[in-house]
Structures are given as structure tokens and as C-alpha cells.
């Protein structure tokens, strides 16, 4: 660069020493005293001048250009150099940052004379990171690795436990919490693997140790009247998962993984949003243990039974082979285990264990809006043929809601767009008959916002039942609340008819979905409603039939 402006700077005075004696030459030549001779010789001066001018010009004009390059490109890297020294700087102050929320992620009491998760500037994250990252000889190192360091974060000890006193059945970490002055429940259960595709799936073995403390018949009593939720953590090499697990009834287990598998990797400066998703998992995790510790140290209180179970009250159950079948219903997307009679009573067999299958309150099968305490009584299932959603039959009774007025002859029942519905697998609670109730249908499905509109557009003109409530759970589902139409009060559904009175209701059926179709549901725009979902289990008509 010095060089080039050198060289710039010795071709200027060179070419304005030519253009002045250029100059100089022509002033000459505009003098009229001068001879043909002497303005001859003075133009041939001149167009040499021009010539070298010219010439002198143009390198330097090329000295110039690639002077103005070379600072172009100068620029270029001066201005690269700055971003390079912005975006170091961004991630320097990220990293501070992330090292800041990582540190903020935990209660203040997690980090209490803990000096495995607390170094200079460092996370105990960060350490968990780079100790699962390393390989181990075996199953047990990784285990003692993980545990001592995750108990210090959970400051709780992690200790292996057996679901059944005497089993050779353990847990690769457990935490317990005390119920009473004999019982323990589990609130967190981990497996953990060497690496990937060894020592068998931690996923059904960590369900098969929460299915064998369902059978504990030291357990039974508080097992009736609970779900027994429960948190469990998979370690397979460095990878991590958390589940929720329950079991609804008998010995049936239901895992549902709240997590993917996320790798125990310190990617901190290349991947800080996994490295704080990771954190956040920890934090909800132990705070969901705590959760769990704290409902268990309430008292509890037993949910009512349902009159089935009061009426025929089943027998004490024995290790026989039909006694300890799972009775599980078919399970939720996600994960679901159980244990078939042959495969429990072959590993008791030769043990000191004497499992059991527990006796369950009916009313935990029923979805939780619905359980015993809340304004819903005398919960049946609905279980028609071609209904795929949970559908239920109650009386509701918050106090507010005043029964609706009756509806037209015709009903296109169901929530437009979202009626199906499926039969549910459980036997409900039942209370004593409440003249102040109102009988209801609930459905679990779904739904569009929109879609509710339309039943509501549709409800109010007496085409479809009213909508008493409706609720958005935080599972996505959203669960609404109908009035009854009951046989007992003349109301049939369709495709429970005989063919001939089918065909005789064809019309009137189609005639009433013009009409429901006609509603005015956006008074904005001037839009109808369009069911969407038609089908005869969608229909009610009143019965015996009349038609006016």
C-alpha cells in the first residue's frame, strides 16, 4: 500500500510539469508576431507535450485505480475485522448471558454448600455435561456418576430400591416419600444404560419397577385411591428423557414422555438454546418432585367409590394368574406398558415377594375435570357403536347454570365439525339425585374456537344442544358440556333406529341441515355454519316419532 501511494505520489508532479509546459507551449503559439517557421516547430513541441501528457496521464490514473482498490479492499477488511470483533464480542456477552440465566435457573438453596454444582464462572450444568459425555467401563460407573452429581442438585439422596420387600427387582435410583408412619411411595424413578442398544430399554424396564410397586401389598390401601404419579428420568449414555407415569387402575401403567432425548453435550458457545432447554427440564424436574412430596405430605382423602364398586365389591386379590392380568384399555399416543398374568407370576414364582393386584377406586379412570369434588356427579360413559372420542353422561351443578329452554323437534347433535365421539374404559361416581342438577353429555375432543360457535349459532336456534360450559385444558383438548337429550325424555339417536323409520326421517333429517346451515354464525361478514361431520351418530330425533 506504501508502495502504490509512492508511486502515485511521484507520476503527479510529473504529469503537471508536462501540462504546464503544455501550457506554456500553446500561449506561445497565440502569440501573432511569430513566423510560419517558428509556429511549425512550436506545434511539433506541442503534440509531443500531448503525447507524453497523455501518457503520463493514464499511469497515473492506473496508479490511482488500483490505490483505490487496494483501499477498497482495506476497507473491506478493516470492516470485516470489526464484525469479527462485534460477533466475538455478541458471543463473549451471550455466553455471559447464558452463564448468568444458568446460574439464575435454580433456587438459591441448590447451589448451598454443594461445591460439585457451584466452580468460578461455572455451572454445575456444564460439569453434569462434560462428566456424561465421557466414556464409562460399565452400566454402574455411569449410574454412580450421575446419581451423586444429580442428588447434589436435587439435594436429596438417589438410592436403588426394590418395589417388592425381597424382590431381586431394583431401581437404578429411586426417591421415596414418606406417607404415613410405614409407607414410602416413589415420586422419581431413573434407568440408566452404558450407551444406546445396551442392557435392554430402560423405557419399559423403569415401567416394569413402577408396575411392581402398584403390587405391593404394603402399598395397596394408598394405591386405591391414587393415580400414583410419578417422574421418571431415562440416562441412556449421554442422552436424557423425562416421562410421566400412572396407572388408572389394576396394575395397568401409563408412561407418557414429557421430553425427547436431549444429549448431555457442553455445546454452550455453539448451541446455548439447548443448553438452557436442558436447564429448564432440570429445574422443572426437580420441582416436580417437590410437587409431588408436598401432595403426599397432605392429608389425604379418599374419593368417593362408585355405587358398581359399593354393589359388588370384588374379592381380595391373590398372585393367581387371572388375579394379576393388567386390565388396561388400549393406551394413550406416547407410551403405555403392561404385564401380562403369566409374565408376573413367572418372576414370583420361587420369591419371597407376594405381589398383588391392587383394588383401584373406578372414578380414577375418569378423565380429572370429572373425578369425585368437582360439579360433575353421577358420571356414566357413553358407548355407542362408532363413537371415537370420549364422550360421558353427568349431572352438573355449579350453582349458576339454569337449564335450558327445550329444543326444536330436530337436533343435529354434537359440536359441529368436532361430534365424534369414543366410549371411555371406566365406571363413574355417583352421587345422590339432585333435583338442582342438570343433565349433561360431556365430550373431550379437539376443537376450533370457530367450531364452538357454531354449535352455540346452532343451539340457539334449537338445532343442536345447548353448550353449558366450555373449557380449554392444558393438555389441548377442549371439554364440552351439553345438555342431556335422554331417551327418558323422548330423545332417540339415529342410527340406533330401524331401517324403515330411517328412511321415513330422511327428509326431515336433510331438511333441518339446510336449516342449521342457513344460521348466521359471523354476523360480521354474514357467514353460515357448516357441520362437517354428519354422520347418523350426529343425529337425535325425538321418539316415538312424529312429524309435523
Known amino acids: 500500500m506504501k508502495e502504490q501511494a509512492a508511486q502515485v505520489a511521484d507520476l503527479a508532479p510529473r504529469v503537471w510539469k508536462i501540462h504546464a509546459e503544455l501550457c506554456d507551449v500553446q500561449a506561445q503559439l497565440a502569440n501573432p508576431a511569430l513566423s510560419e517557421e517558428e509556429k511549425a516547430g512550436l506545434r ?63 433456587d438459591p438453596s441448590d447451589l448451598a454448600d454443594s461445591s460439585n454444582w457451584s466452580e468460578t464462572q461455572t455451572h454445575g450444568l456444564f460439569r453434569l455435561c462434560a462428566a456424561m459425555a465421557n466414556s464409562f467401563d460399565n452400566q454402574a460407573s455411569r449410574m454412580v456418576e450421575f446419581s451423586e452429581m444429580f442428588q447434589e442438585y436435587l439435594g436429596e439422596r438417589i438410592d436403588p430400591h426394590s418395589p417388592i420387600p425381597g424382590s431381586k427387582f431394583a431401581t437404578d435410583g429411586s426417591l421415596l416419600c414418606q406417607v404415613g408412619p410405614a409407607c414410602q411411595l416413589p415420586v422419581y424413578i431413573q434407568q440408566v444404560k452404558l450407551e444406546i442398544g445396551t442392557q435392554g430399554d430402560p423405557f419399559f424396564q423403569g415401567q416394569r419397577h413402577y408396575q411392581l410397586g402398584l403390587a405391593n401389598p404394603e402399598l395397596a390401601a394408598l394405591v386405591r385411591d391414587t393415580v400414583l404419579p410419578v417422574l421418571f428420568l431415562e440416562l441412556v449414555g449421554p442422552h436424557l428423557r423425562v416421562s410421566a407415569m400412572a396407572s388408572p387402575a389394576d396394575v395397568t401403567v401409563v408412561c407418557e414422555p414429557l421430553t425427547p432425548y436431549l444429549h448431555l453435550f457442553s455445546m454452550h458457545r455453539c448451541q446455548p438454546d439447548h443448553m438452557i432447554r436442558l436447564a429448564l427440564v432440570l429445574r422443572a424436574l426437580k420441582r416436580g418432585i417437590r410437587l409431588l412430596k408436598d401432595a403426599w405430605s397432605r392429608p389425604q382423602q379418599p374419593t368417593a367409590a362408585s355405587p358398581a364398586a359399593e354393589r359388588s365389591p370384588s374379592p381380595a386379590p391373590s398372585p393367581s394368574a387371572a388375579a394379576l392380568a393388567s386390565a388396561a384399555g388400549p393406551a394413550p399416543s406416547g407410551a403405555s406398558a403392561s404385564t401380562s398374568a403369566s409374565t408376573i407370576r413367572g418372576e414370583m414364582e420361587g420369591e419371597a415377594l407376594r405381589g398383588v393386584v391392587p383394588l383401584r377406586d373406578p372414578s380414577l379412570q375418569l378423565p380429572y375435570p370429572l373425578r369425585p369434588g368437582t360439579a360433575f356427579t353421577d358420571v356414566q360413559p357413553f358407548e355407542p357403536a362408532g363413537v371415537f372420542h370420549p364422550l360421558y353422561f353427568a349431572m352438573y351443578k355449579d350453582g349458576k347454570t339454569q337449564p335450558p329452554p327445550p329444543p326444536l323437534p330436530v337436533a343435529a347433535g354434537g359440536a359441529p365439525q368436532h361430534a365424534a365421539s369414543t366410549p371411555a374404559a371406566s365406571v363413574a361416581a355417583a352421587a345422590a339425585p339432585d333435583p338442582a342438577a342438570l343433565a349433561v353429555v360431556v365430550k373431550f375432543s379437539r376443537m376450533s374456537a370457530d367450531a364452538v360457535r357454531v354449535h352455540r349459532a346452532w343451539a340457539a336456534a334449537g338445532l343442536a344442544p345447548q353448550v353449558v360450559l366450555e373449557q380449554v385444558l392444558p393438555c389441548g383438548l377442549t371439554m364440552l358440556v351439553m345438555e342431556r337429550l335422554a331417551a327418558e325424555d323422548g330423545w332417540v339417536m339415529f342410527y340406533s333406529l330401524p331401517q324403515d323409520q330411517k328412511q321415513q326421517l330422511d327428509g326431515a333429517v336433510v331438511a333441518a341441515l339446510d336449516r342449521a346451515h342457513a344460521v348466521v354464525v359471523d354476523a360480521e361478514r354474514g357467514l353460515p355454519g357448516v357441520h362437517a361431520d354428519l354422520r347418523q351418530a350426529n343425529v337425535m330425533a325425538p321418539y316415538p316419532v312424529q312429524w309435523h
Open 44 to 106: 511539433e513541441v506541442e503534440q509531443q507535450r500531448m503525447a507524453s501528457q497523455q501518457l503520463w496521464s493514464e499511469r497515473l490514473k492506473a496508479e490511482q485505480d488500483k490505490q483505490i482498490q487496494l483501499l477498497t479492499v482495506l476497507q473491506q477488511l478493516l470492516d470485516k475485522h470489526k464484525d469479527l470483533r462485534a460477533e466475538r464480542a455478541a458471543q463473549l456477552n451471550g455466553l455471559e448471558q447464558l452463564q448468568q440465566q444458568l446460574t439464575a435457573l435454580p
